[in-house]
């Protein structure tokens, strides 16, 4: 098993996980007492819980090679980990952690009873598709310590989304407009959440109905039509299956505190495993956006080119293959 150097950082409290997996090719494997088993090429979510503490569990699985004691321990000979999700001393149940993810669309049980042994799970292997996003969740800690957690927008989120919107002042809404920022848009945007088309990531702060969305970031998926015509105008054709245009955002009260470098190794993250390879900023960024432009600097981004619309602005782009 290959793993990407995701053991950094784990926790060691007791808590749940959750490994996504990619496995390359058809895979034919004994797997303890469910016998012989064929898994299709694809994307795995196995979630799992570590009740003497998380760090030692994941490392060997992600080691992947002590001995077959645990179902998982089969299939981690053959896939890659691609992302650990972890939920330090978790509430919530692994059964429930576990059916969470199975409410996403074309998500499937990929083998009955699989790490399901001692509870009434159909199973706790699922098959994902491969354009959802990994990891769906993960916690970052901001430069002043505090603690945040990016993930993925939810169906739950509108009101939290709506409020976002609303704090924003009118001076970050003029440099960043991808969509009208009120409640009956977050309503929409969350009754209708494609992670195919977008990927739209927030960070919080707080927790259960304290939690706060303190930022809001877009990739979309694919090639927005007026970049790609100004990207082959400047002579760079953007491929759209590999690529993602990000549209940033950070609340006001938060801007230039770290929050969105806290999510960017998320974010990148997130990107690499529906198959980005290159950032472009949508619809450029504004010439005197001064910040947003040290920001794209330290993430990688190049100026390649300049634009007018009532104003000038530049384009920039980013290679983040790994
Ligand atoms: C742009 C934006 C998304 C960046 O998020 P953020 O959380 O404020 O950014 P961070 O604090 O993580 O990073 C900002 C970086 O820019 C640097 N920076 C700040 N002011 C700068 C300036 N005037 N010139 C150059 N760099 C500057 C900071 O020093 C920091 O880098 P460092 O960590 O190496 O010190 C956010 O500020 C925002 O939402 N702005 C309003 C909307 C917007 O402009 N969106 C982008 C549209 S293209």
Redesign the pocket.
């Known amino acids: 098993m290959k793993s990407q150097g995701t053991a950094r950082d784990l926790p060691e409290a007791p808590g749940l996980y959750r490994l996504w997996m990619d496995l390359p090719t058809d895979t034919r494997m004994r797997v303890g007492a469910l016998g012989e088993i064929v898994l299709p090429a694809g994307r795995y979510a196995y979630t799992g819980s570590a009740r003497r503490g998380l760090r030692a569990r994941i490392q060997r699985h992600l080691r992947g090679d002590g001995p077959l004691r645990w179902h998982i321990d089969y299939l981690l000979r053959h896939a890659t980990v691609i992302h650990v999700e972890t939920y330090p001393d978790a509430e919530q149940a692994e059964c429930a952690l576990n059916a969470a993810l199975l409410a996403w669309p074309e998500t499937a049980i990929a083998v009955r009873r699989f790490g399901a042994s001692d509870c009434r799970c159909p199973g706790h292997l699922i098959r994902t598709p491969r354009w959802m996003p990994a990891p769906l969740y993960a916690p970052a800690r901001l430069?002043s310590g505090e603690p945040i957690c990016v993930r993925l927008l939810r169906p739950d989120d509108a009101e939290r989304l709506g409020r976002y919107f609303l704090g924003l002042s009118d001076?970050?809404k003029a440099?960043?407009g991808p969509h009208p920022f009120d409640q009956a848009t977050a309503d929409a945007i969350c009754a209708s959440l494609d992670p195919r088309d977008m990927l739209r990531i927030v960070a919080t702060t707080g927790g259960g109905d304290d939690e706060t969305i303190i930022?809001y970031?877009l990739i979309k998926v694919g090639v927005r039509e007026s970049d790609g015509k100004r990207y082959a105008a400047l002579g760079i054709p953007l491929d759209p299956k590999e690529c993602g245009a990000l549209?940033?955002?950070?609340?006001?009260a938060?801007?230039?505190?770290?929050?969105?470098?806290?999510?960017?190794p998320v974010l990148i993250t997130m990107a690499r495993s529906v198959g980005i390879r290159r950032l472009v900023?949508?619809?450029?960024?504004?010439a005197d956006?001064?910040?947003?432009?040290?920001?794209?600097?330290?993430w990688g981004f190049v100026k390649v080119g300049e634009f007018d619309t009532s104003v000038l602005n530049f384009d920039m782009i980013a290679e983040i293959s790994a």
């Not at 549209?247 to 006001?252: C, K, L, N, R, T």
Request: hydrophobic share 45%; charged share 20%; proline share 5%.
């Open positions: 430069p001076r970050t440099r960043y930022a970031l549209a940033p955002s950070v609340a006001d938060w801007q230039n505190r770290g929050v969105a470098s806290a999510v960017m900023l949508w619809d450029g960024v504004i956006n001064h910040l947003a432009q040290g920001f794209y600097r330290k």
